[in-house]
């Protein structure tokens, strides 16, 4: 075979692999344009929104046990609007969030996003949410409470020419650093400006509370609940004209974004819009909860049990968050709470179970987490052999803390009965037990606890569940 003859076959192989990869990548695109269109139907059909925010004392946040703040409550009510679950996850870098949106990890993201230009070509935004300006954050001399406002205000930058040669430490990536930019652009001098991709927003605003660095710029709602809990701080020099803040969904996401769009504009319409925007940005006591020490940023504490609950969980090999979660939704950490039932203290133990794990005395704190543990340990033991992935059995065991083992055992046996997966919780098992209390299932052969109201079980485990998800976003381990 002769080198020319060679060579057109291999020429000819090059064209058809290119061929085939073209028409491999358009298709690729074409698959995911259609993906894209079909977000929204995606959403409803997996029943789950998954949806991103950043961590900060606005946004969202744990208050005594609770999942807080404006973002928070909104995707709450934006998710019960469209009866799905949602399913939070937390990121204070907006490159990873971007990317996250883009390759599908996330369904919408639920930051204070400013809208600019440059961001619009690479996300969807929807409509406003609300309207802010960006300020500059600087410290008032430390004798402020002694000086005049004439005095203060001599002290501070109050033009913005005077920005000039200063440093302004800004979160990476971010709209305030793009507007420095442009700022030293139209003062004709250079700001020296400084995109930090540690912290978040907030912690930056604390950072200058503290004397640790001078300046740095945040929106101006966010600025004055810091102010609050932040006395030394001054936000009053504008840095921007007011600009539109949004939340954002991947391009070309064309029904998901106009379902959006209208519900946005008829809950921004709502009393309860008007409630949770006060709640957060308006009302004084805000500082109050931040300077908690059971506020997640203020003192990184969930209750005053946090050393005896981790110290029973370590003991134990559970995640202490797992185990707050748990006594958050028995008692919201009330050592004396009891029920009608006569369950008692923080895990709300009845007589019966503690005589079940051989452990009598519960009316003290340690020892009502201790019993609740041993019930815990026994229940998981009951049911390895029937539910053998521990992720799986975690459901299990905490529908049998609730309701007893016994009602659990009936769902399963109810579910195998109707074809179902008696080791599967979600969409098995659970139904039968939310269904118990219908005569077609708790007369059935198969249960021996007879009538069960399982409703409260069911809620049990997802509200435990989600409490659990919440902890493990904010709360470190």
Known sequence: MSKTHIYIQFVSFLLVVLLFSCTGKKRAEREDALSRKNDLTRIMKSGQLKAVVDYNSTNYFIYRGKPMGFKYELLKQLAKDMGVELEISVSNNLEETFEGLNNGRYDLVAKNLTVTKKRDETIAFTRPLEQTRQVLVQRKPPNWRNLSSKAINDSLIRNQLYLAGKTIYVQKNTSYYRRLVNLSDEIGEEINIVQDSIYGVEQLVSMVANGEIDYTVCDENVAKVNQTFYPNL???????????????????????????????????????????????????RSSGMVNSSYHSIGGGNISPFDDLIKETADQSGLDWRFLAAIIYRESRFDPEAESWAGAYGLMQIMPESADLVRMNEFEEPKHNIRVGVRILQWLDKNLKSAVPDSTERVKFVLASYNVGLGHVKDAQRLAKKYNKDPEIWDDNVDYYLLNKSASKFFKDPVVRWGYCRGEEPYNYVNRVLETYRDYKNIIEE
């Open 234 to 284: 001054d936000i009053d020099t504008p840095v921007s004209f007011p600009q539109n803040i949004a939340w954002a969904v991947r391009n070309g996401s064309d029904e998901w974004l106009k379902y959006l769009n209208n519900w946005i504009r008829n809950f921004r319409k709502t009393t309860l819009y008007a409630v949770l925007y006060n709640k957060y940005f308006e009302n004084s």
